[in-house]
């Protein structure tokens, strides 16, 4: 059963979204208070879920103007947060929990007297019992706006264009209510990347031989089959997905490229892939009833010839992208993400860098870094371009 609290249910989308201003943590004794200062007053509801055991504050259309670092750290009770668009027409803020905890009391006061609207949750403990007795989706609860769905199996075989439009998707790591990667100046990964992607797709674009499908061309959360889905619903040749994640190590650094395989390559492919798959859990994506996206025979054996390609683009890639920044050790890693695991199209995930790194991040937040990468990933593409297009015409 989910814990609904606070207003019955949530408004539609406003003319002009409510702005919020500032977020808060407070640790008292007996509490953790959380406040969310707004321009005005809003709808929402609570709900608590469990593995890991997080509070989800859902609200109508938010524009969000918080503190550059808000979330980053907690206090008493609760670990971290996150905030940002969630689906059309709502957001969410997601409190993780250090221990099993319940909102004991909520409510919202008006804008008065020069203070802006504040919305507060009284979080107090609670044991694991009553926790998971009470943790669960709402009836009307969902994730990110559908993409099509497609047959698994028809449609599991490599696409060939045969019309000289080859179709490139591109896939902007993260967004919205989930920030991916934090600087430690407090840069967004979900941003550099939709920065990066929409280079990327502006050099794509200007050679005329290109059509580039996005998977997010905002700041929107996206489950992670849904990116999967958006690329396959749009037919496309390839899929390039960007991240620029953090790492325990600050020392890592430079850029690095993966294709799939089940098995992580090193330590730091499974830090990453451990981190990256589980983008929908930590954000509030109800994950009951999900198939494998790779589960028969047939799919499998599609899948060999896709994976064979991605590897070819990673080899063309990584030239280009070490003349740009520079190379992680065994640039070309290993890891099962959700992201990669189309059977018909191949695809890579490539890390810019690590928000980790003070160098890294650096690059990742200049415009003139950004755009030197896009055109270093367009050269690849073009030479892999070249590549299919012989081997369609030669068969080998």
């Not at 060939?160 to 430690?184: E, M, Q, R, S």
């Not at 979900?190 to 290109?210: F, I, M, P, Q, S």
């Not at 953090?246 to 294709?259: Q, R």
């Amino acid at each position: 059963m989910a814990v609904c609290l606070g207003m019955a249910g949530l408004s539609g989308t406003a003319v002009a979204a409510p702005v919020a201003t500032n977020a808060r943590l407070g640790e008292h004794p007996e509490h953790t208070r959380f406040v969310l200062e707004l321009t005005e007053t809003v709808d929402y509801r609570i709900f608590t879920l469990a593995e890991p055991n997080r509070i989800v504050l859902e609200l109508p259309d938010i524009e969000w103007r918080l503190q550059a670092k808000a979330g980053i750290k907690g206090a008493g009770l609760v670990t971290s947060y996150r905030y940002g668009p969630f689906r059309k027409g709502r957001s969410r803020v997601v409190l993780d929990l250090a221990s099993p905890a319940k909102v004991d009391a909520n409510f919202i006061m008006p804008p008065e007297d020069g203070k802006p609207a504040r919305l507060v949750l009284d979080i107090v403990p609670t044991d694991e019992i009553a926790f998971l007795a009470t943790a669960g989706w709402p009836d009307d609860a969902a994730g990110a706006e559908p993409v099509p769905p497609i047959d698994p199996v028809e449609e599991a075989k490599p696409v060939d264009n045969k019309d000289g439009v080859f179709i490139i998707a591109l896939d902007a790591g993260h967004g919205g209510v989930d920030p991916g990667a934090t600087g430690a100046s407090g840069t967004l990964e979900k941003d550099v990347v939709l920065a990066t992607v929409e280079a990327l797709k502006t050099e794509l674009e200007a050679r005329g031989n290109y059509k580039v499908v996005l998977t997010r061309g905002d700041d929107n959360f996206i489950t992670l089959k849904d990116r999967v889905r958006a690329g396959r619903a749009g037919k496309a040749d390839l899929f390039i997905s960007l991240h620029a994640d953090s790492v325990s190590d600050a020392s890592v650094h430079g850029a690095s490229i993966y294709t799939l395989s089940e098995t992580a390559s090193d330590s730091v492919a499974a830090e990453l892939e451990e981190s990256e798959n589980a983008s929908d859990i930590i954000s509030g994506v109800d994950l009951s009833g999900e198939n494998d996206e790779v589960s028969t025979i047939l799919i499998d054996l599609a899948q060999r010839e896709t994976k064979n390609r991605a590897s070819v683009f990673a080899q063309m890639v990584l030239p280009e992208l070490d003349k740009q920044t520079g190379l992680i050790s065994k640039p070309h890693r290993f890891a099962g993400f959700r992201v990669l695991k189309a059977p018909d199209v191949p695809s890579v995930l490539i890390e810019l860098g690590f928000l980790s790194n003070v160098t890294d991040e650096e690059r990742l937040t200049s415009p003139k870094w950004r755009k030197g990468a896009a055109r270093a990933i367009a050269r690849a593409v073009d030479d892999y371009y070249a590549h299919m297009s012989s081997v369609a015409e030669t068969g080998h």
